[in-house]
């Protein structure tokens, strides 16, 4: 029996790939085996030589992966875009967030705020220092720790308005969408997948890749809150 490809990969891409590697398990009879962590604790467990075959990250995690030797050069393999979605408690008031100008009204009027500790994260914290407003928001904000969905922390009442990827968010019972960012401000994160430099199936390993990749995937990439990159 063919030893399974193990895959690591963030918590943003848990729900797509889960269902993508249904597909291929079905279509191909091959094991494939799924973790999904805080995307900060995935790279430092790659970058310690534990043993995986695929790595799934933001594409600038996989790049510095490939700069460190963890990841084979020239094996990266975009996979899906991500945009950031806000949502409330279930039922709580639904502030206006369809300009950057009512989003930022939204944010300083909100008493707790939640961002994931991604790149997605990242990106909101300089939008609120090129707002201006940073300093005002840090004691009100509710970091969530790796791993744990800002939804769940929005949906007990430890944040009033959280800020997510819509893919982390859209299966998160206990809260309502407002929807994504405005387009002015939306943070769009690509998602890579790349061959592993402890990986001891390298062709089986991309047949996966380019499953994940081909336009035959778009459809489960949509219904799980992402598009096709």
Avoid at 18 to 31: K, M, P, S, T, V
Avoid at 100 to 115: F, K, M, P, T
Wanted: charged letters at 20%; hydrophobic letters at 50%.
């Amino acid at each position: 029996m063919a030893t399974p490809l193990k895959i690591i990969s963030s918590m943003a891409t848990k729900q797509v790939l889960a269902e993508l590697i249904a597909q291929y398990r079905q279509a191909h009879g091959a094991e494939v085996q799924l973790e999904s962590v805080g995307g900060v604790d995935a790279a430092k467990r790659v970058q310690a030589g534990e043993a995986f075959d695929l790595v799934m990250l933001a594409q600038d995690a996989i790049d510095k992966l490939v700069a460190g030797g963890h990841v084979l050069a020239g094996s990266r393999v975009d996979i899906v875009r991500s945009g950031v979605a806000v949502a409330v408690r279930a039922g709580a008031p639904r502030p206006d967030i369809g300009s950057e100008a009512a989003l930022r009204q939204a944010v300083l009027a909100a008493r707790s705020l939640s961002y994931s500790t991604g790149p997605s994260g990242v990106a909101l914290t300089k939008l609120f220092e090129r707002w201006g407003i940073a300093d005002e928001l840090q004691s009100r904000i509710v970091q969530a720790p790796p791993g744990v969905p800002v939804g769940a922390l929005v949906a007990r009442g430890d944040a009033e308005l959280g800020f997510q990827q819509l893919a982390e968010l859209i299966h998160v019972p206990g809260i309502d969408l407002l929807g994504p960012l405005p387009d002015a401000v939306q943070i769009t994160t690509v998602f890579s997948g790349g061959v592993a430099a402890a990986c001891r199936q390298p062709e089986a390993a991309r047949a996966l890749l380019a499953f994940f990749a081909a336009p035959a995937a778009a459809e489960a990439k949509r219904r799980q809150g992402m598009d096709p990159a």
